[in-house]
């Protein structure tokens, strides 16, 4: 009897021993000395792969022979801020596109002449992605520029006009990038007001013009946006708090030194990696893939439903001004993203383009619409998967508790640039 109590007293030892040992070693790996999470070494991967570090030099653009040139790039940058660029002397790229909001304007829709019902897209570090817009209408940034120019609601002005004030105002430096202009001064032949728009007057000039004159005016037209995509070139991400947090960890995943992420930040990173799902979209060190998703964010109220990427798809082909066009620098075969682009398939409509997470913090209204004032009503539409009315929906209900959404959330505050 005595012995069998003894041995069983020295069971429940051992197995207090044992399983204090067992505790005593999970908590050494999962909570290191100094605090901090513990990464598996493929999260530490992961975890480096979305780091600026890993960013590699801007992608050449062989469409635009300026894109890299510094003359060009100061061109851009003035024209950029310049409101004489528009049909009423107020509308520049920065009134949309303002440089204290990360190239973005705080508000649901773009406001210039008129309103146009999307949201303006943050320029930093735009150009590494090779579709621009939310449906990557363009294949270029260069020809993306000439869309607002020429939109109604937008600068509202018309190529003629683009032209003469080049002319006027910039003719040096324009003819000491891109040679010798046009002969404007004859307004018969080249008319103060004329280009493919909105506008009766315009057009009817237009069409007038040989078609000579309309190329040669074409290619200033271009050129405008080769300057501009060039000063766009310049605007690159800047180092975040996550940035620093990655370059902290150690191959065993243990951050060092003094805590840069909090405890419920670096929860929130830990959803966004695994139950989040949100890195099969957001990806890489800008937090975008660069393609074109459904994630069923609803429609701006009053407004038709944005078509997306099937729409997108069809305009870049019909662009005279992409790639493949008379007014690019690339021989055909150099335009692999055009040629080889995806035409169809079920996430076509309705898709649109993953936006940068980058300073996302500070580019509030988010989604194509401004639909979501908040960070925590992006996480909310995450969290019940959304539902479509067109196209499929790729996401799925997550099923984060109101404290997880909140941490997910908390996380998203680490990628704004120090
Ligand atoms: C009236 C507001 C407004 C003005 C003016 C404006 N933009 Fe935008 N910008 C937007 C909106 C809205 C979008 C999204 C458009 C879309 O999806 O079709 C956008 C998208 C862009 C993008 C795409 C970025 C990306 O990541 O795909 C670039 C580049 C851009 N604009 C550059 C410019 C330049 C250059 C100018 C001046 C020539 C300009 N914008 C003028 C509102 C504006
Ligand atoms: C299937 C691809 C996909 C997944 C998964 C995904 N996103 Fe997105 N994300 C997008 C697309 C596409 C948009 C733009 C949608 C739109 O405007 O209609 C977007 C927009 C956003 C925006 C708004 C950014 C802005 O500037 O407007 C935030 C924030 C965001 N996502 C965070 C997340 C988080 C957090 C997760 C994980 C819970 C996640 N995303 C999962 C593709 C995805």
Not at 216 to 235: P, S
Not at 276 to 295: E, I, K, V, W, Y
Not at 317 to 331: E, K, M
Request: aromatic share 8%; glycine share 10%; charged share 20%.
């Amino acid at each position: 009897m005595i012995s069998n109590h003894r041995s069983q007293q020295t069971k429940l030892i051992l197995g207090l021993a044992v399983g204090l040992a067992l505790l005593l070693l999970t908590a050494w790996a999962v909570v290191p000395i100094g605090g901090g999470a513990t990464w598996s070494e493929e999260e530490v991967a992961v975890l480096r792969s979305l780091s600026l570090d890993a960013l590699g030099p801007l992608p050449p653009d062989p469409s635009n022979r300026v894109a890299d040139d510094p003359a060009a790039a100061a061109l851009g940058e003035r024209i950029f801020f310049d409101t004489r660029f528009s049909g009423n002397g107020a509308v520049s790229c920065a009134s949309c596109h303002k440089p204290e909001r990360h190239f973005t304007d705080g508000r649901p829709f773009g406001v210039g002449m008129g309103v146009i019902p999307l949201n303006a897209m943050s320029l930093v570090g735009a150009s590494y992605s090779p579709w621009q817009t939310w449906d990557g209408k363009n294949d270029s940034q260069w020809a993306q520029a000439l869309i607002p120019l020429e939109n109604p609601l937008e600068h509202g002005g018309n190529r003629t006009r683009f032209a003469h004030i080049i002319a006027e105002h910039y003719a040096t430096e324009y003819e000491a990038i891109f040679g010798a202009l046009p002969d404007l001064a004859d307004q018969q032949r080249f008319p103060l007001n004329a280009g493919p728009v909105d506008n009766v007057s315009a057009a009817i000039a237009w069409e007038n013009m040989t078609p000579d004159d309309r190329d040669a005016i074409n290619r200033v037209f271009a050129n405008i946006g080769k300057a501009l995509a060039a000063y766009e070139r310049t605007l690159l991400p800047k180092p975040a708090r996550f940035d620093r947090y990655v370059a902290s960890l150690d191959d065993r995943g243990r951050a060092q030194g003094e805590p840069i992420l909090s405890a419920d930040e670096i929860a929130g990173l830990r959803i966004f990696l695994d139950r989040g799902n949100c890195l099969s979209c957001h990806n890489g060190p800008r937090f975008t893939n660069d393609s074109f998703h459904n994630t069923a964010v609803p429609g701006a109220p009053g407004y038709p439903l944005q078509r997306g990427r099937i729409d997108g798809v069809m305009r870049v082909q019909r662009d005279i001004f992409n790639c493949l066009g008379a007014y690019s620098d690339a021989p055909p075969e150099a335009c692999v993203e055009l040629r080889f682009m995806v035409i169809e398939g079920d996430t076509l409509l309705g898709g649109m383009k993953t936006p940068t997470l980058r300073n996302v913090a500070e580019t509030a209204p988010y989604m194509h619409t401004g639909q979501f004032a908040t960070l925590a009503d992006v996480v909310e539409h995450y969290n019940g998967g959304g539902y479509t009315v067109q196209g499929h929906n790729e996401l799925a209900p997550l099923g984060l508790t109101e404290e997880e959404a909140r941490q997910l959330e908390a996380f998203l505050y680490t990628l704004t640039e120090e």
